[in-house]
Every structure is written in C-alpha cells, then in structure tokens.
C-alpha cells in the first residue's frame, strides 16, 4: 500500500530509489505503455491481478520495473491484456520516463500523424469511455459534438499509422467511437435517422472484424438490431442482428450474449412468437446467471436489463398483467434518472392503458417526461407519445389533458 493512500490507491508515477551511499533520489522507473494498456482495456490492477491469479503486489512491481512475469507465465497476462506474447514483450522492454501528458501527445500526433503511436490511441480510447459512460444520463446533442470529433480523430489517425500495434489498437478506437456515434446520431434525431446511425454501426461491426474483437463486434451489431425493432419496425430484421449478435458472443462474453437473447425475445413478442420468446427468455437468463467480473463487458451490465425486456415482451404479447408486475421490478432496479428509464415508465404508462387504468398510466407518463426533460431520451419520448395517443378515448380528462400539454412543451424549441 502507498504510504500516502490508506484505501489502497494505485501507486503513483515517482518511485523512490536507493542511491548506493544511503541517500534517496526520486526517479521515474515504470513501464508507462503497460500500466497504459492495463487501464485502457478498464482493469484496475487488483483486476488483472484476480483474473491471473495473484496478488496485486505483483502487478505493481511488473508496472514499476521491479520484476518481470516469467516466460512460461507471459501467456496469461498477454490475454488478460488482449496482446500477443510479442507485444507484451515490447511493453515490458518499454522503461523510461513518463510520456507527454495524454492530451499534448494526442495533439502531436494529429499534427504529425505518420507518428501516431499506443499512447496517444489509448487517451483517446479513454476519452471516448468516458462519453460513453455519458450517454445515459446526458441529452445525446451534448456529447455528439465530441463524439464526432473523436471519431473523426480515430478514422484519420488510422490511415496513417504503419505500425502493426497501433493499427490494430485505432482499428479498435474506430469501433468503439463508431458505435457510439450511431447511438447518439440516432437518439438525437429522436430515433428518425436510421441510414447514419446504420452507417456507424456497420463501420463498428467492419473494424471489430478487423481486430478479431467478437464483444464490440456483437454489442454493435446488436445496437443495429436496435434502428429495426424500434425505429423501422421490422421484428424480422432486428431477429436477424440479434441472433447474429448472439451467436457471435456466445463463448466470449455472457453479457452480451444474454443481451441479445433478450432483444432476440422481444423480436419473437412482437410477431407473435409467444413460445420462441419465452425460449430467448430462458436463454438470456441463463447467460445473465453466468456473468462474472471477468466478463469484458461487465460495465453495461444492469440487473434491470432482464425485467426490463421482459416486461417489453409480455406487453408486445398483449399481456398486462405480466408486463406491469416486471416492468415495476425494472423500475425499482433503476435507482437514478437514466434514459432507459423513461422507456420503463413509457411502457408501463402503455400496460396501464391496456388495463384501462387512465390514472396509472398519466402518473407514470408525467415520471417519463420528468425523466425525459432532463435526458431528451429519445426512445422515451417515441413511448410518451405513443402512449398519449392510446389515451386519447380520455382526451377530455383533465389529467390526460395535463399530459399533452406537457408533451407539448417538449416539442417546442
């Protein structure tokens, strides 16, 4: 533990040394480019050190210079890392002084491309995280402007790198900006621009391939699935991406898998399909059980997601008496305003009507448009008003005409 730290923080880049005649120096003796790529794929260093199996000591003393993992050991870490053995080699053969701060180092490389290298892709990868992280929360027009930028970045910086690494890693910075760029191009168009989101995204899927990377591969072809279930409406479509989504996942991430099945059993509900929904159900739920913190895309995990599109299915089967009981357990599962809560309370709002329950349903349509006027979610706003217009047999009672009105606000500018 740090002497400074008493939660157990990550070491900091100065390392104290012994100067041979009892004094003290400080100097900077770590393998910046590992610690690097350590955070750039999210693991903290008590991570890595769970998924190889030792304590998180050593991977301090890897990171500081100190030890190096032994040649019959290197494989583990080259995995845990996403590296070959070779590029593990050439991280740890890597000691010097700290780089440039990320962000100097990023703008000279946009300035002299043809010297692009894993430190400046790696910010801007995190910078691309963080946005993402974002996107829940945040009005979609206030982080697309970055969003577009960064990807820009990604793509330029990509047809000028010339090293094998660095390639691969800006392939991998291009996926995952291009299937952020498609959420929120689509989501800020309040779901109308189909042809651009479906552009990013068939970018993302093209440069996942490229990288052999099956998770960021399967979690945009399953964000395409998205434009056809719920923008095109063409179940048929969107079971076609999910089941490719699943099946692409399957043996590498449960998350992702379980995800697909769930979106694959909502495109059963809505031709129909009782028994194969309830079959993608089971499936989903039996990934969901299997999740782990080893799994790569653990971060967009949320023990809602299965309630959730359950619910979304039993009220696509025309069954409101199953929908409401799951999609209030999504809700509770949900604790901050997010956008995914907005479709919760906009489908409930749907069941309620189904019930002929009118108060119910403009209770939970005022909670959506609270939701909704602070995150603009799009797919919100589609159910807002698509449960307005179920209500319009009660267009003369005063809590439906206190709904429109509010919905009416949302729309002006």
Not at 165 to 170: I, M, Y
């Amino acid at each position: 533990m740090h002497p400074h730290c008493a939660t157990g923080c990550e070491l900091d880049e100065w390392t104290v040394t012994d100067g041979g005649d009892g004094s003290r120096y400080v100097a900077d003796r770590r393998r910046h480019r590992l610690a690097q790529r350590r955070k750039t794929i999210g693991l903290s260093q008590e991570r890595l050190a769970e998924a190889l199996g030792v304590d998180r000591s050593t991977i301090v003393r890897w990171e500081r210079a100190e030890t190096d993992p032994q040649p019959w050991h290197r494989p583990r870490p080259a995995a845990a890392l996403k590296l070959s053995i070779e590029e593990l080699a050439d991280l740890l053969a890597d000691v010097g002084q700290a780089p440039s701060p990320p962000d100097q180092r990023l703008g000279y490389v946009l300035r002299n491309p043809g010297r692009v290298d894993l430190i400046a892709v790696a910010h801007l990868r995190e910078r691309v995280r963080r946005l993402d992280e974002r996107y829940d929360q945040t009005p979609s027009t206030l982080l697309i402007a970055e969003a577009g930028q960064l990807h820009g970045q990604a793509v330029f910086l990509r047809q000028h790198a010339s090293n094998g690494p660095v390639q691969r890693e800006l392939a991998a910075a291009v996926a995952e900006s291009a299937t952020l760029m498609g959420q929120l191009v689509w989501d800020a168009s309040q779901r109308r621009d189909h042809v651009a989101s479906a552009a990013y995204f068939d970018q993302a899927i093209s440069a996942a391939q490229e990288t052999r990377d099956p998770v960021t591969e399967a979690n945009a072809l399953l964000r395409k699935s998205y434009l056809a279930l719920y923008g095109t409406k063409q179940p048929n479509a969107g079971l076609v991406l999910t089941t490719r989504a699943a099946a692409v996942s399957h043996s590498d991430s449960h998350v992702i898998a379980g995800l697909a099945q769930l979106h694959r059993a909502e495109a059963h509900a809505m031709l129909g399909q009782a028994g194969d929904c309830s079959n993608a159900l089971g499936i989903a739920e039996a990934h969901f059980a299997a999740v782990d913190a080893r799994d790569p895309a653990t971060d967009i995990f949320c023990p809602s997601h299965y309630t959730r599109l359950a619910g979304s299915c039993w009220l696509s089967l025309n069954k409101p008496d199953q929908a409401v009981p799951a999609l209030e357990n999504a809700r509770q599962l949900i604790a901050a305003r997010r956008k995914s809560t907005t479709v919760i309370l906009g489908n409930l709002a749907l069941a309620s009507i189904l019930q002929r329950d009118v108060d119910a349903a403009t209770s939970y349509l005022h909670q959506a448009i609270d939701v909704i006027e602070r995150t603009r979610a799009g797919g919100g706003l589609n159910l807002a008003f698509a449960a307005a217009r179920q209500l319009r047999p009660w267009r003369n009672e005063p809590s439906v005409q206190d709904v429109n009105d509010r919905l009416l606000t949302l729309m002006s500018p």
